[in-house]
T-cell receptor
Framework: GQNIDQPTEMTATEGAIVQINCTYQ??????LFWYQQHAGEAPTFLSY????GLEEKGRFSSFLSRSKGYSYLLLKELQMKDSASYLC??????????FGSGTKLNVKP | SQTIHQWPATLVQPVGSPLSLECTVE??????LYWYRQAAGRGLQLLFY??????ISSEVPQNLSASRPQDRQFILSSKKLLLSDSGFYLC???????????FGQGTRLTVV
Protein backbone atom coordinates (compact mmCIF):
# COMPACT_ATOMS: atom_id res chain seq x y z
CA GLY A 1 0.00 0.00 0.00
CA GLN A 2 0.91 3.63 0.28
CA ASN A 3 1.37 3.65 4.07
CA ILE A 4 -0.83 6.67 4.69
CA ASP A 5 -1.48 6.90 8.42
CA GLN A 6 -3.81 9.17 10.33
CA PRO A 7 -5.59 8.81 13.68
CA THR A 8 -8.84 6.91 13.61
CA GLU A 9 -10.88 9.27 15.72
CA MET A 10 -10.58 12.60 17.56
CA THR A 11 -12.87 14.65 19.77
CA ALA A 12 -12.78 18.42 20.24
CA THR A 13 -14.95 21.16 21.67
CA GLU A 14 -16.90 23.75 19.71
CA GLY A 15 -14.83 26.93 19.27
CA ALA A 16 -11.52 25.13 19.85
CA ILE A 17 -8.65 24.30 17.49
CA VAL A 18 -7.83 20.77 16.37
CA GLN A 19 -4.89 19.39 14.40
CA ILE A 20 -5.21 16.17 12.41
CA ASN A 21 -1.89 14.58 11.47
CA CYS A 22 -1.05 12.45 8.47
CA THR A 23 2.13 10.59 7.55
CA TYR A 24 2.77 9.01 4.18
CA GLN A 25 5.29 7.14 2.09
CA UNK A 26 7.50 9.71 0.36
CA UNK A 27 8.52 7.84 -2.80
CA UNK A 28 6.72 8.96 -5.95
CA UNK A 29 5.07 11.83 -4.10
CA UNK A 30 2.87 14.11 -6.19
CA UNK A 31 0.98 16.36 -3.81
CA LEU A 32 -0.92 15.99 -0.52
CA PHE A 33 -4.67 16.52 -0.36
CA TRP A 34 -7.22 16.83 2.41
CA TYR A 35 -10.90 15.98 1.98
CA GLN A 36 -13.92 16.26 4.25
CA GLN A 37 -16.54 13.52 4.19
CA HIS A 38 -19.84 13.66 6.05
CA ALA A 39 -21.48 10.33 6.80
CA GLY A 40 -23.10 8.80 3.73
CA GLU A 41 -21.80 11.48 1.40
CA ALA A 42 -18.98 11.80 -1.13
CA PRO A 43 -15.72 13.47 -0.06
CA THR A 44 -15.31 17.16 -0.79
CA PHE A 45 -11.97 18.77 -1.49
CA LEU A 46 -10.48 20.98 1.23
CA SER A 47 -6.85 21.68 0.46
CA TYR A 48 -3.79 20.79 -1.58
CA UNK A 49 -0.09 21.09 -0.72
CA UNK A 50 2.71 20.37 -3.15
CA UNK A 51 5.44 22.53 -1.58
CA UNK A 52 6.58 22.67 2.04
CA GLY A 53 4.80 25.06 4.32
CA LEU A 54 1.39 26.20 5.41
CA GLU A 55 -1.60 26.84 3.14
CA GLU A 56 -4.42 28.80 4.76
CA LYS A 57 -8.05 28.81 3.64
CA GLY A 58 -10.30 30.55 6.09
CA ARG A 59 -10.76 28.41 9.20
CA PHE A 60 -8.82 25.53 7.62
CA SER A 61 -5.05 25.35 7.12
CA SER A 62 -2.87 22.55 5.85
CA PHE A 63 0.85 22.03 6.39
CA LEU A 64 3.33 19.89 4.49
CA SER A 65 6.88 18.68 5.12
CA ARG A 66 7.99 16.61 2.14
CA SER A 67 11.26 15.46 3.69
CA LYS A 68 9.42 14.07 6.72
CA GLY A 69 6.46 12.66 4.80
CA TYR A 70 4.18 14.59 7.14
CA SER A 71 1.13 16.80 6.83
CA TYR A 72 -1.50 18.18 9.14
CA LEU A 73 -4.89 19.78 8.78
CA LEU A 74 -5.65 22.53 11.27
CA LEU A 75 -9.25 23.48 11.96
CA LYS A 76 -9.87 26.68 13.92
CA GLU A 77 -13.02 27.99 15.63
CA LEU A 78 -14.61 24.58 15.42
CA GLN A 79 -18.29 24.41 14.61
CA MET A 80 -20.71 21.53 15.12
CA LYS A 81 -20.98 21.14 11.34
CA ASP A 82 -17.26 20.30 11.24
CA SER A 83 -18.10 16.88 12.67
CA ALA A 84 -17.09 14.61 9.81
CA SER A 85 -14.32 12.33 8.63
CA TYR A 86 -11.19 13.98 7.28
CA LEU A 87 -9.29 12.07 4.65
CA CYS A 88 -5.64 12.55 3.88
CA UNK A 89 -4.73 11.63 0.30
CA UNK A 90 -1.44 11.41 -1.48
CA UNK A 91 -0.94 11.98 -5.16
CA UNK A 92 1.25 9.33 -6.73
CA UNK A 93 2.63 8.20 -10.05
CA UNK A 94 0.43 8.53 -13.14
CA UNK A 95 -2.05 10.88 -11.46
CA UNK A 96 -3.27 8.26 -9.00
CA UNK A 97 -4.67 9.36 -5.65
CA UNK A 98 -4.25 7.20 -2.56
CA PHE A 99 -6.34 7.81 0.55
CA GLY A 100 -5.79 7.14 4.22
CA SER A 101 -8.56 5.53 6.26
CA GLY A 102 -9.75 8.90 7.51
CA THR A 103 -10.00 10.58 10.90
CA LYS A 104 -13.47 10.84 12.38
CA LEU A 105 -13.77 14.19 14.16
CA ASN A 106 -16.45 14.58 16.81
CA VAL A 107 -17.18 18.20 17.77
CA LYS A 108 -18.94 18.55 21.12
CA PRO A 109 -20.78 21.61 22.45
CA SER B 1 -18.20 24.72 -14.95
CA GLN B 2 -17.34 21.08 -14.63
CA THR B 3 -19.78 18.58 -13.10
CA ILE B 4 -19.67 14.87 -12.51
CA HIS B 5 -22.72 12.63 -12.54
CA GLN B 6 -22.89 9.16 -11.08
CA TRP B 7 -25.86 6.83 -10.92
CA PRO B 8 -27.71 5.15 -9.42
CA ALA B 9 -27.39 6.52 -5.89
CA THR B 10 -28.48 3.28 -4.25
CA LEU B 11 -28.53 -0.27 -5.56
CA VAL B 12 -29.44 -3.63 -4.06
CA GLN B 13 -28.41 -6.63 -6.13
CA PRO B 14 -28.47 -10.40 -5.52
CA VAL B 15 -25.29 -12.43 -5.44
CA GLY B 16 -24.35 -13.62 -8.92
CA SER B 17 -26.13 -10.82 -10.75
CA PRO B 18 -24.31 -8.42 -13.11
CA LEU B 19 -23.44 -4.82 -12.30
CA SER B 20 -23.08 -1.65 -14.32
CA LEU B 21 -22.40 1.72 -12.72
CA GLU B 22 -22.04 4.75 -14.94
CA CYS B 23 -20.19 8.00 -14.44
CA THR B 24 -20.10 10.98 -16.78
CA VAL B 25 -18.24 14.27 -16.60
CA GLU B 26 -19.39 17.52 -18.19
CA UNK B 27 -17.57 20.74 -18.92
CA UNK B 28 -14.13 19.31 -19.53
CA UNK B 29 -12.29 17.22 -22.07
CA UNK B 30 -9.86 14.33 -21.69
CA UNK B 31 -10.16 14.15 -17.89
CA UNK B 32 -8.37 11.56 -15.79
CA LEU B 33 -11.11 9.39 -14.28
CA TYR B 34 -11.11 7.12 -11.24
CA TRP B 35 -13.26 4.50 -9.53
CA TYR B 36 -12.93 4.10 -5.76
CA ARG B 37 -14.65 1.81 -3.28
CA GLN B 38 -15.20 2.60 0.38
CA ALA B 39 -16.20 -0.15 2.78
CA ALA B 40 -18.22 0.89 5.84
CA GLY B 41 -16.06 2.95 8.21
CA ARG B 42 -13.00 2.58 6.03
CA GLY B 43 -10.91 4.70 3.68
CA LEU B 44 -11.16 4.91 -0.10
CA GLN B 45 -9.57 2.13 -2.12
CA LEU B 46 -8.51 2.98 -5.67
CA LEU B 47 -9.96 0.39 -8.04
CA PHE B 48 -9.35 1.73 -11.56
CA TYR B 49 -8.05 4.83 -13.24
CA UNK B 50 -8.13 5.99 -16.84
CA UNK B 51 -6.15 8.66 -18.65
CA UNK B 52 -8.05 8.36 -21.94
CA UNK B 53 -10.57 6.46 -24.07
CA UNK B 54 -9.99 2.73 -23.86
CA UNK B 55 -7.12 3.17 -21.40
CA ILE B 56 -7.83 1.42 -18.09
CA SER B 57 -5.41 0.58 -15.30
CA SER B 58 -6.41 -1.72 -12.47
CA GLU B 59 -5.03 -1.23 -9.00
CA VAL B 60 -6.15 -4.45 -7.32
CA PRO B 61 -7.23 -7.86 -8.64
CA GLN B 62 -10.94 -8.29 -8.08
CA ASN B 63 -14.31 -9.26 -9.42
CA LEU B 64 -14.79 -5.93 -11.18
CA SER B 65 -13.82 -4.36 -14.50
CA ALA B 66 -13.94 -0.86 -15.93
CA SER B 67 -14.35 0.61 -19.38
CA ARG B 68 -14.11 4.05 -20.94
CA PRO B 69 -16.05 3.98 -24.20
CA GLN B 70 -16.14 7.78 -24.53
CA ASP B 71 -13.93 10.61 -23.35
CA ARG B 72 -16.22 11.64 -20.51
CA GLN B 73 -17.81 8.31 -19.64
CA PHE B 74 -16.45 5.75 -17.19
CA ILE B 75 -18.25 2.50 -16.44
CA LEU B 76 -17.71 0.01 -13.61
CA SER B 77 -18.96 -3.51 -14.26
CA SER B 78 -19.14 -7.01 -12.91
CA LYS B 79 -20.41 -10.20 -14.52
CA LYS B 80 -21.27 -11.86 -11.21
CA LEU B 81 -21.45 -9.94 -7.96
CA LEU B 82 -20.09 -11.31 -4.70
CA LEU B 83 -21.20 -10.39 -1.18
CA SER B 84 -17.79 -8.77 -0.68
CA ASP B 85 -18.53 -6.32 -3.52
CA SER B 86 -20.88 -4.39 -1.23
CA GLY B 87 -19.69 -0.87 -0.51
CA PHE B 88 -19.83 2.78 -1.45
CA TYR B 89 -18.54 3.30 -4.99
CA LEU B 90 -17.23 6.69 -5.97
CA CYS B 91 -16.28 8.04 -9.36
CA UNK B 92 -13.87 10.95 -9.51
CA UNK B 93 -12.15 13.16 -12.04
CA UNK B 94 -8.96 15.12 -11.70
CA UNK B 95 -9.23 18.87 -11.81
CA UNK B 96 -6.67 21.09 -13.44
CA UNK B 97 -6.14 23.92 -10.98
CA UNK B 98 -4.56 22.05 -8.13
CA UNK B 99 -4.57 18.47 -9.34
CA UNK B 100 -7.26 17.57 -6.83
CA UNK B 101 -9.92 14.95 -7.48
CA UNK B 102 -13.62 15.82 -7.53
CA PHE B 103 -16.11 13.13 -6.63
CA GLY B 104 -19.52 12.12 -7.86
CA GLN B 105 -22.34 11.57 -5.37
CA GLY B 106 -21.46 7.89 -5.00
CA THR B 107 -23.43 4.65 -5.36
CA ARG B 108 -24.20 2.62 -2.29
CA LEU B 109 -24.23 -1.01 -3.44
CA THR B 110 -25.59 -3.77 -1.25
CA VAL B 111 -25.18 -7.32 -2.48
CA VAL B 112 -27.63 -9.70 -0.82
Amino acid sequence: GQNIDQPTEMTATEGAIVQINCTYQTSGFNGLFWYQQHAGEAPTFLSYNVLDGLEEKGRFSSFLSRSKGYSYLLLKELQMKDSASYLCARGGDFNKFYFGSGTKLNVKP
Amino acid sequence: SQTIHQWPATLVQPVGSPLSLECTVEGTSNPNLYWYRQAAGRGLQLLFYSVGIGQISSEVPQNLSASRPQDRQFILSSKKLLLSDSGFYLCAWEGFQGGEAFFGQGTRLTVV
